[in-house]
Nanobody, 124 residues
């Protein structure tokens, strides 16, 4: 069984930064792509960023391109989401997920393990 535990969320002013972490258990972490998704109140969950198993390929939603960076440390079984220049519209619960593949995936139906989520609130 794979467990994913997110941390690093919180309240930040617009223009500020946060770094989310997702710690994974299970030795299969390095063989899978990982992703971050978010869900704002009253909205559907949406793709934010993804990274391939080795970290060589990444993908981002247009809304976060140039502001967010996804990276991973396979030695620590951890994937990160560095979020800069945060905007009020980035406010959401952020979820880490493990893909069933090695390559980057933007569709949530390609992910088979999910964390509990961490809340990010950006004040204006």
């Amino acid at each position: 069984q794979v467990q994913l535990v997110e941390s690093g969320g919180g309240l930040v002013q617009a223009g500020g930064s946060l770094r989310l972490s997702c710690a994974a258990s299970g030795r299969t972490f390095i063989n899978n792509a990982m992703g971050w998704f978010r869900q704002a109140p009253g909205k559907e969950r949406e793709f934010v960023a993804a990274i391939s198993f080795g970290g060589g390929s990444t993908a981002y939603a247009d809304s976060v391109k140039g502001r967010f960076t996804i990276f991973r440390d396979n030695a620590k079984n951890t994937v990160y989401l560095q979020m800069n220049s945060l905007k009020p519209e980035d406010t959401a619960a952020y979820y880490c997920a493990r893909a069933a593949t090695v390559g980057v995936m933007t569709s949530e139906d390609k992910y088979n393990y999910w964390g509990q989520g961490t809340q990010v609130t950006v004040s204006s």
